[in-house]
Antibody, heavy 126, light 112 residues
C-alpha cells in the first residue's frame, strides 16, 4: 500500500528556519517524482515544485523558486520542504504528493498526483 | 506558465441533480503525437487532502463512482456530477500536467 506520512504541525516565529518531511512507503521511491503543494487558509491549491529522488533532479514553480528548498534522502525514502527564513505569509497547510507517471516517445514524465500525504500545518506568527 | 481558470467559483445543486464545473487552460493540453489531454480533476473535503477523480481529462480513477465524468479537449474541459449525492459536497480542482509548473485551477465549491 502506497503511503505518504508527513511530519506534524509546526508553530514558528518570523525569521526562523523550518524543514518538514514526507516519509514514503509501499512503492519504489526512486522512480516517482514527489511534489509539494501549498494551501493557504481558505484558499486553493498551489503547485510549489517537485523532486525525482532517483537523481535529486528538482524543479520549482517560478512563484516559489528561491523561497523554499525541496530535497530528498532516498536511503530513508523521505522528501523534505524547507525554509531558511519564514514569513507570516508562509502560514498554510503543505501537502506532499506522489506524481504518477506517463510515458511517451521512450521517456517517462511526472503526471497527476495519485497519492497524497495528510498535510502539515505550518503557522508563522510572532 | 499555463493558467487554469475554473468556473463557477461555487454552485448549489439539489440532491439528485446535475453539477457541471468548467475548466479552461491558457494553452492547449492536447499532445498531438498521442492525442491525449493532460488534465486531472480532484475532490477535496474539509480537513482532508485532495483525492484524484479523473485523469487524461476523462479517465475515471479506480473506485471513483461513475456519476463523476470528465470531458473536453484542447483548452476547455468539464467535470460533471450526475445525480449529486450528499457526500459530493466538496471543493473541486482541475490541474494540468502538460508542462511544469503543474498548475491548478482556483477551485469550485459544490454545495447542496
Amino acid at each position: 500500500e502506497v503511503q505518504l506520512v508527513q511530519s506534524g504541525a509546526e508553530v514558528k516565529k518570523p525569521g526562523e528556519s523550518l524543514k518538514i518531511s514526507c516519509k514514503a512507503s509501499g512503492y519504489s521511491f526512486t522512480y516517482y517524482w514527489i511534489g509539494w503543494v501549498r494551501q493557504m487558509p481558505g484558499k486553493g491549491l498551489e503547485w510549489m515544485g517537485m523532486i525525482y529522488p532517483g537523481d535529486s533532479d528538482t524543479r520549482y514553480s517560478p512563484s516559489f523558486q528561491g523561497q523554499v528548498t525541496i530535497s530528498a534522502d532516498k536511503s530513508i525514502t523521505t522528501a523534505y520542504l524547507q525554509w531558511s527564513s519564514l514569513r507570516a505569509s508562509d502560514t498554510a497547510v503543505y501537502y506532499c504528493a506522489r506524481h504518477g507517471r506517463f510515458c511517451r516517445d521512450d521517456s517517462c514524465y511526472p503526471a497527476y498526483f495519485d497519492y497524497w500525504g495528510q498535510g502539515t500545518l505550518v503557522t508563522v506568527s510572532s | 506558465d499555463i493558467v487554469m481558470t475554473q468556473s463557477p467559483d461555487s454552485l448549489v445543486v439539489s440532491l439528485g441533480e446535475r453539477a457541471t464545473i468548467n475548466c479552461k487552460s491558457s494553452q492547449s493540453l492536447l499532445y498531438s503525437s498521442d492525442n491525449k489531454n493532460y488534465l486531472a480533476w480532484y475532490q477535496q473535503k474539509p480537513g482532508q487532502p485532495p483525492k484524484l477523480l479523473i485523469y487524461l481529462a476523462s479517465t475515471r480513477e479506480s473506485g471513483v463512482p461513475d456519476r463523476f465524468s470528465g470531458s473536453g479537449s484542447g483548452t476547455d474541459f468539464t467535470l460533471t456530477i450526475t445525480s449529486l449525492q450528499a457526500e459530493d459536497v466538496a471543493l473541486y480542482y482541475c490541474q494540468q500536467y502538460y508542462s511544469s509548473p503543474k498548475t491548478f485551477g482556483g477551485g469550485t465549491k459544490v454545495g447542496i
